[in-house]
């Protein structure tokens, strides 16, 4: 037994005192082997060759001394500053094992140039060290590295949700504009933007998981931010890719979500955050659906002056709304409807599965009712801003709440309606439509 430790003993002075030759030679058989270690860019040759000399002198010292406790202190470092350095993890490992592969080659020759049967004995007992310490070395490195590796990912998910809330609230900092969070984030400055809305599925719970990551697979960029109540995003396309959004974020939805109208400067995202988050709150609740708000001004102007939308409301629809509630909601679906065909009597019977003389004495009784002419232009502007006003405010619930089952369904139609201003719409939607 003496004699065996001797032998490993005297192999372990003989590998130190080669050492800076192994060295050398593991280091020239990396960069030859593995491209990511042929340059300076990512991994300096100074730190490889420091990197590898920890590695042999703690192996050729376990060798040397086999009760000395194992200390993984250096391979964890190595694993994490290669995380951080965004070094490939199968690389570094194989760099690992030609390090080690360089040591037990040196020793099989030493061996067989010794001839001696004790050396060839050490060198049995020695190899079973040796990639048992490979082993525990290159656990230790892979541990470490995905450690470090999940500490980066989580950085980087605070920091870009940092950037897209200096977006949404319009206050990046002191130092930077929306332009530079858009940068950081890899929004491009010259294409469409977009804001989403969506509820949350219970307390912080996303509700368009991966939609990052899907919307990215048709090559649309954007960044999300979590909170409790909502998930919200801001989405770059190209005016091609409209639909291409509504249709991922339709098939990852699991609840309501709102999406604002394409808008170009980046100074404008909490003015599409107020009007995507408009869209989502005319959805019904528990309803997995994703709704656009329309592009119209006029209902962007309703909705961030919501105190006027009412007023207007009440001052030039109020003879209507404090009609019976059925002579109410089928004047106003009448309304709705003759505005949406673009002001076409025959359009609007379509919609309404009645004839178009009904539709002009509707028509007529409104004008009676509320003093404005559709003949006269401030009239059809007065009559159509509030329209859109009653649709977007609370002052509907003055009539909402009072309709038939029938009539709150043509409300929150599940059908997929046009876009404003189109034929073939269902009488009574909103400002958007449900998607």
Not at 72 to 97: D, F, H, K, N, S
Not at 306 to 323: N, Y
């Amino acid at each position: 037994m003496v004699a065996h430790t001797t032998a490993l003993a005297e192999l372990a002075a003989w590998a130190e005192s080669v050492l800076p030759r192994l060295i050398d030679d593991a280091c020239t058989a990396v960069v030859d082997r593995i491209p990511l270690y042929g340059g300076d860019q990512l991994i300096p040759a100074a730190e490889l060759r420091r990197s590898v000399e920890q590695n042999l002198r703690f192996v050729v010292a376990a060798v040397g001394h086999p009760g000395t406790p194992l200390d993984l202190a250096a391979p964890r470092e190595t694993g994490r500053r290669r995380a951080r350095q965004a070094a490939p993890l199968p690389e570094v490992l194989q760099a690992y094992r030609i390090t080690f592969a360089t040591l037990w080659d040196a020793l099989v020759e030493h061996a067989r140039h010794s001839a001696r049967p004790a050396t060839v004995d050490a060198l049995l007992t020695a190899s079973t060290m040796i990639w048992q310490l490979a082993d525990e070395h290159a656990f230790a490195l892979t541990e470490a590295y995905r450690e470090a590796t999940a500490e980066l990912l989580l950085a980087q998910q605070r920091r870009r949700s940092a950037l897209v809330e200096a977006l949404l609230t319009g206050h990046p900092g002191p130092e930077a504009g929306p332009w530079e969070a858009a940068a950081l984030l890899g929004l491009p400055h010259d294409g469409h933007l977009v804001v989403v809305a969506a509820d949350t599925r219970g307390l912080a719970e996303e509700s368009l998981p991966d939609v990052e990551q899907r919307l990215a697979e048709h090559g649309i960029l954007s960044g999300w931010r979590l909170t409790p109540a909502q998930q919200l995003g801001v989405v770059s396309l190209h005016p091609e890719q409209g639909k291409t959004v509504l249709a991922v974020l339709r098939a990852a939805a699991t609840a309501r979500a709102g999406v604002s109208p394409p808008y170009r400067s980046l100074s404008d995202t909490p003015r599409a955050l107020h009007l995507a988050q408009a869209a989502l709150a005319g959805l019904p609740a528990g309803r997995a659906q994703v709704r656009e708000f329309s592009p119209s001004p006029l209902a962007a102007l309703m909705v961030i002056e919501p105190s006027e939308g009412r007023r207007l409301a009440e001052q030039v629809l109020g003879s209507v709304l404090r009609l019976p509630p059925q002579d109410r909601g089928t004047l106003l679906d009448t309304l709705n409807a003759y505005i949406d065909q673009e002001g076409s009597a025959e359009h609007a019977a379509e919609v309404l599965f009645c004839h178009p003389n009904t539709v002009r004495y509707r028509l007529r009784r409104l004008q009676e009712l509320t003093g404005r002419s559709l003949t006269d232009p401030n009239g059809i502007a007065e009559l159509a801003t509030a329209a859109v006003a009653l649709r977007l405010s609370s002052v509907t619930a003055l009539w909402r709440g009072r309709r038939t089952p029938a009539a709150k369904e043509r409300l929150h139609p599940t059908s997929d309606p046009v876009a404003p201003g189109t034929r073939g719409r269902p009488a009574g939607t909103g400002e958007t439509g449900d998607r």
